[in-house]
């Protein structure tokens, strides 16, 4: 089946992960994808804590479904090249520093002046026009700034970080529906092209609930509270018999009743301290006393079992190999197998949200030899054999001969 954006045509001036994963969520839901990388590569190719006989595995899921042009947009003839791929695209998506893709003569103003049709989609750490535009725009610092990182942790210790950039994949989804909310005024109401400015500060930001209303109305500042929030009880992480960690919610009247029963211990559900939502929110310690010494009684598994019998939430806090060996993810989609071509067969995550008309796939592994698609790319533009062999000859561009 066709995905929702075939048709779409994307030029990919991404690197690291902001801009990158902007372009395989769109890939994925069938747009057709350009990625253009500097003659030495996208820096994700070698990127990554593991690799695989030599190479990274995380780049064969950050440049799936994509073609590689690697240009040299700091040469005033490739930049051209890539400035005619650009006027021909539905959407220009770019996370460089503000004003780099301005210096280059493929900026917003430069592409829709010549394409007023396009998308131009921009991922930046701060935001395109504000004070902040200029500091460099990482996942951490957005973090921090947002006071997303503040609220992280537990209370008199360092905020840790999450261990994936959460920032970066934040902002990629902010700027995805963007361009989504973009595409469909521009097909439906002739809005025409526009520009979507996503930044990992305001995607952090807008994570924070109520935190900027409880402060200047409720005088309180909001302070990270470690694996629970404060008076949402009982709602915390309880150790099994079997050393695992184990989520168990029961934070709302019906389910305390249901948690009670199958702890053995239905009297609590009617005792004055527990049996309401605020109650229970002053004495959430008590709690966690008596649900964790009871949980320590039981494996993960029984755990899991019994309260999902009982209609309590329960899940364990899964790793990789908990996850992989769990049916429901393949059962799901949410990990498919792929042939790369480096790797050969291996798993991957899959392609979400799913469609049930017009779901996304993924129909091309990731290119590893950078510029594989240089040569054909330029000659579906009209560019002379000829004059890409002589760009190759001068390194402004990568091009398999």
């Avoid at 402060?215 to 500042?221: I, K």
């Amino acid at each position: 089946m066709r995905g929702p954006l075939t048709n779409v045509r994307v030029v990919e001036f991404g690197q690291l992960i902001a801009g990158p994963l902007v372009g395989t969520l769109l890939g994925d839901f069938g747009a057709e994808v350009i990625k253009v990388e500097p003659p030495n590569g996208d820096q994700m190719r070698d990127w990554g804590q593991v690799r695989h006989e030599g190479k990274t595995l995380w780049w064969s899921v950050l440049a799936r479904n994509k073609r590689s042009v690697a240009l040299d947009l700091k040469d005033p003839e490739t930049a051209a090249l890539a400035f005619d791929l650009a006027v021909r695209a539905d959407v220009v998506v770019e996370n460089f520093r503000p004003g780099a893709m301005e210096r280059w003569g493929l900026g917003p103003e430069e592409v829709l002046a010549a394409n007023p049709g396009c998308i131009y989609a921009r991922v930046s750490g701060y935001g395109q026009e504000s004070r902040y535009r200029d500091r460099p725009g990482f996942a951490s610092g957005g973090e921090a700034i947002s006071g997303l990182r503040y609220i992280n942790g537990y209370p008199g210790e360092a905020p840790p970080r999450g261990g994936i950039s959460l920032g970066d994949s934040l902002a990629a989804w902010s700027a995805f529906q963007g361009i989504l909310l973009a595409l469909y005024a521009r097909d439906t109401q002739g809005a025409g092209g526009q520009v979507v400015d996503a930044a990992i500060l305001d995607a952090c930001f807008a994570m924070t609930e109520s935190l900027i209303p409880d402060y200047a109305l409720g005088g309180a500042v909001r302070e990270p509270s470690g694996s629970r929030l404060p008076r949402i009880a009982p709602s915390n992480v309880y150790r099994s018999s079997d050393d695992r960690w184990v989520v168990i919610a029961a934070n709302h009247d019906s389910l305390w009743r249901r948690l009670a029963a199958a702890m053995g211990r239905p009297e609590l559900a009617d005792d004055p301290r527990y049996s309401s939502h605020a109650g229970r929110g002053e004495h959430e310690d008590e709690l966690d006393d008596l649900i964790g010494g009871w949980a320590a009684k039981h494996t993960a598994a029984e755990l899991d079992e019994l309260l999902g019998r009982e209609g309590v939430v329960c899940a364990p806090v899964n790793n990789a190999a908990d996850i992989l060996a769990d049916p429901h993810f393949r059962e799901r989609g949410l990990i498919v197998d792929i042939e790369d071509e480096h790797h050969g067969e291996m798993p991957v995550p899959g392609v979400v949200p799913q469609l049930s008309g017009t779901p996304g796939s993924i129909r091309r592994p990731a290119p590893w030899q950078v510029g594989a698609d240089t040569s054909a790319v330029l000659e579906e533009l009209g560019v002379d054999p000829r004059r890409i062999a002589g760009l190759r000859e001068r390194g402004a561009i990568v091009a398999p001969s």
